[in-house]
């Protein structure tokens, strides 16, 4: 019988994210615990904690290695069209595994105030790259002002969709939905 060698580094910590996600999206995060995370991911409990201090770290770390490459910035030669682009693919995303441990993330905030800490880091830096990127490309073709490439300004669009979701308790929006937060906020706002 051949001796299984034992896992290190981005390995070991692929193999604790993966099975942080599915405890996730089997058991929520309220269920969410250290110790079934270990024992799903074959290692121990230190080996998280090494990593992470706490499960709202996990958590979210967790949704991140999940949702990470999902997102390539759109390039169809208009600000309008990749604005809109990436707001329909984000809103088709909130109903894949990634979307659903979000909104179960989102759910646990109320109760703790580490996990609130850690979501709201991972918002103000999550999508901003993508949404930047597109913004660039805007600039140079004379459709944005450079002073619009700023995170808060770039992400603005998603900030809107998310606040949609939330506050109506959808899963999606509706299409008009996404046109009126490109239109009517997200061009005026960054426009030339």
Known sequence: MAEQTRRRGAALEDAILRAAAAEL?????????????AQRAGTNKNALYRRWPNRAALGVAAYRHLAEDTLEP??????????LTLLRAINCGQTSPAGRILRGLLTGVGDEPELREQLYERAAEGGAKTWLDILERAVERGEARPS??????????????????????????????????VDEVYLPLVGA
Do not use: K
Request: hydrophobic share 40%; charged share 25%; glycine share 8%.
């Open 74 to 83: 759109p390039d169809t030669g208009s600000l309008r069209e990749d604005a």
């Open 148 to 181: 619009a490439r700023t995170p808060r300004v770039a992400t603005v669009a998603l900030v809107l969709l998310r606040n949609e979701l939330l506050t109506r308790g959808l899963t999606t929006a509706d299409d008009d939905v996404l046109v009126g937060i």
């Open 25 to 37: 999206a089997e058991a929520g995060y309220p269920g969410l615990t250290m110790e079934r995370v």
